[in-house]
């Protein structure tokens, strides 16, 4: 049988609750007498989602999707991959710092921002 608890007893006293409920016990929130949610015990299959969790479980959905051939490929030979593509890229920037791209996307190409007595450097 579920014990119940009101949303104040939950805001007040959530770490007590959540270990009832690891010990397998449901507890069922009410307000205003009536339920609103259940806090079960959490079990294996509630692990496996079909949504991503992540930015990164999107991101790689997407690309495997597109490109499947990298699913099979073994993580050392991604990253080698990874790093001759960052080479290539690098190659191909005209900035030869972050701070140098950043001046450029703020207006200020040549730093003279940072000459005017009032800038403060963050």
Do not use: C
Not at 42 to 71: C, G, M, Q, V, W
Not at 95 to 112: I, L, P
Request: glycine residues 4%.
């Amino acid at each position: 049988m579920p014990k119940y608890a009101t949303v104040r007893e939950l805001k007040n006293q959530t770490t007590a609750l959540i270990r009832e409920v690891e010990k397998g016990k449901p507890i069922v929130v009410t307000r205003r007498g009536k339920p609103v949610v259940t806090l079960n015990p959490f079990e294996p299959h509630n692990r496996k989602s079909p949504y991503p969790t992540t930015a990164f479980d999107a991101l790689r959905k997407t690309i495997l999707a597109k490109y499947p051939h990298l699913a099979k490929e073994a993580p050392e030979q991604a990253r080698r991959e990874l790093e001759k593509t960052t080479r290539k890229m690098r190659r191909s920037l005209r900035f030869k710092s972050w701070r140098e791209m950043e001046r450029f996307a703020k207006g200020d190409r040549y730093g003279f921002a940072s000459l005017h007595p009032s800038y403060k450097n963050p």
